[in-house]
């Protein structure tokens, strides 16, 4: 089982929406994913599953130890990509946590602790809220790697410094095992000089860390959503299904998994 915080601090980069469909994207290889939904508007809830009627336990109850994560996990319609769906209610365990001894394991002791559960799963993506809050660090504190989605803006490189300065600190003090796994530019437009400035930038900056699949602006991206369905069943032939596709195949690439022949 590796453990993958998708986080950006910045709001509306594509976390939620790279989560959903790198996750799929991975399952429909044959990889059981988990995702974990550990943003309190639960917009990757909502994105995968329409009918909240669904959602019986939560996060919040997983990171409280209410329910063990062979309750909390889900499966989704797509085959072998599961979800912890989460609720409002997570906000309150930022509140609840903060006085809480060992505050920031929390997420780690839960996904670490039933081992033998765990180890169902192949990847873990954890879709981050937009804050480096105590939420944030459960994530990054269980973590093997993180994954930033990036928009080819202005000020993206400046959110990245600090986005690394909490990084460090936590792999200092929480997490040695911690490495910065990949940044994704997401909602990419190819036209534009200031894209390719920025991805220039940050390949400066992080050369092989930057994954060389971008995803495209695409409105079927957007759309998706709405149907509560993944790229895959929503639109297969577009753009956004091609690029988390490839996104997902230099993804396992990375972990030295062999390409499938057939
Ligand atoms: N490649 C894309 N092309 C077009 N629209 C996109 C693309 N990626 C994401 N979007 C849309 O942009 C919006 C923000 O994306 P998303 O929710 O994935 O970002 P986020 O980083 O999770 O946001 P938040 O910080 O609020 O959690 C959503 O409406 C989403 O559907
Ligand atoms: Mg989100």
């Not at 910045?10 to 943003?39: F, P, S, W, Y």
């Not at 329409?50 to 336990?57: K, Y």
């Not at 400035?197 to 860390?209: A, D, I, M, P, W």
Request: net charge negative; hydrophobic share 45%.
């Amino acid at each position: 089982m590796r453990i993958t915080a998708v986080i950006n601090q910045k709001g509306g980069v594509g976390k939620t929406t790279t989560t959903v469909n790198l996750g799929a994207a991975l399952a429909r290889k044959g990889l059981r994913v988990l995702l974990i939904d550990l943003d309190p508007q639960a917009n990757l809830t909502a994105h995968l599953m329409m009918d909240h009627a669904q959602v019986r336990s939560t996060t919040y109850d997983l990171l409280m130890g209410n329910a063990p994560l062979a309750d909390v996990a889900r499966p989704t319609a797509t085959e072998g990509l599961f979800l912890v769906p989460s609720a409002g209610d997570l906000a309150g365990a930022e509140v609840e946590l903060a006085n809480e001894i060992g505050r920031e394991y929390f997420l780690k002791d839960r996904l670490r602790k039933d081992d033998e559960r765990a180890a169902v799963f192949d990847e873990v993506l954890v879709d981050c809220p937009p804050s480096l809050g105590l939420l944030a660090i459960n994530a990054l504190t269980a973590a093997d790697e993180a994954l930033i989605p990036l928009q080819a803006e202005f000020f993206a490189l400046q959110g990245m410094a600090r986005y690394l300065e909490v990084q460090n600190l936590v792999k200092g003090r929480l997490n040695p095992n911690l490495r910065l796994g990949g940044i994704v530019i997401c909602m990419w437009k190819g036209q534009a000089n200031l894209s390719h400035e920025v991805r220039e930038e940050v390949k400066k900056s992080f050369g092989e860390v930057l994954f060389e699949t971008v995803i495209r602006q695409n409105v079927k991206l957007a759309e998706a959503p709405s149907a509560g369905k993944t790229i895959f069943e929503y639109a297969a032939d577009s753009n956004g299904a091609q690029d988390y596709e490839a996104l997902a195949e230099e993804f396992l690439a990375r972990r030295g998994v062999p390409k499938p022949t057939a």
